[in-house]
């Protein structure tokens, strides 16, 4: 399968602890995007990387909100002393240099109690 | 602000008719869209896209038509199939504002009745 992968595909976890979700984007692709959706929304941008420089950053993505794409590869997406809103799908997507057209993986759905 | 925006949220047709999805958007400086289709519990799935500078692109049974004027577009589906029964996002961006997210509309939920 060369498609965007995430794991885990399901997290649950309590308020106040701290998640880590992995994205790994089709491998000739250097643009990483991560996008959160809520239930009855669309998916709503968080973050961009081109190769490992982050790009550009949401307001929605505070300061418990963390992401790296070390050697421009693939990327994680940390939330530290998490809430219940923070509770949505997490999405990574993926595009080549140039092309507008982004790939998206299959998600990492988050519950927090 | 919603930018984009689909507002029917839900849309039942028979198999073998046609679909016609809705979007609409208020940002002028929005020049790329695209469909995407998602399943439960998956990531969205792109379908087709199109660049202002066209008003029609057609893709086998899927074709996107743009107006500019009206900042409307809209996803046909002919003939709709029982698989097509999904939730359908339209997502717009700028090419030229220097940054590459996509806005998404709240999507529609297709039902194909077989």
């Known amino acids: 399968d060369t498609g965007v992968s995430q794991d885990p595909r399901h997290k649950i976890t309590k308020r106040g602890q701290n998640v880590t979700f992995r994205c790994d984007p089709i491998?000739?692709?250097?643009?990483l995007y991560w996008y959160r959706q809520t239930l009855g929304q669309g998916p709503e941008f968080l973050t961009y990387?081109?190769?490992?420089?982050?790009?550009?950053k949401s307001r929605l993505l505070s300061d418990r909100f963390s992401a790296e794409r070390p050697k421009g590869s693939f990327s994680t997406l940390e939330i530290q002393r998490t809430e219940q809103g923070d509770s949505a799908m997490y999405l990574c997507?993926?595009?080549?240099?140039?092309?507008?057209?982004?790939?998206f993986g299959p998600g990492t759905r988050l519950l927090v109690l | 602000d919603q930018q984009v925006k689909q507002n029917s949220p839900s849309l039942s047709v028979q198999e073998g008719r046609i679909s016609i999805l809705n979007c609409d958007y208020t940002n002028s400086m929005f020049d790329y869209f695209l469909w995407y289709k998602k399943y439960p519990a998956e990531g969205p799935t792109f379908l087709i896209s199109i660049s202002s500078i066209k008003d029609k692109n057609e893709d086998g049974r899927f074709t996107v038509f743009l107006n500019k004027s009206a900042k409307h577009l809209s996803l046909h589906i002919v003939p709709s199939q029982p698989g097509d029964s999904a939730v359908y996002f339209c997502a717009a961006i700028s090419t030229t504002s220097g940054t590459y997210k996509y806005i998404f509309g709240t999507g529609t939920r297709l039902k194909v009745l077989a």
């Open positions: 997507a993926s595009s080549l240099p140039l092309e507008e057209t982004q790939y």
């Open positions: 491998s000739e692709h250097n643009r």
């Open positions: 990387f081109q190769n490992e420089a982050q790009l550009e």
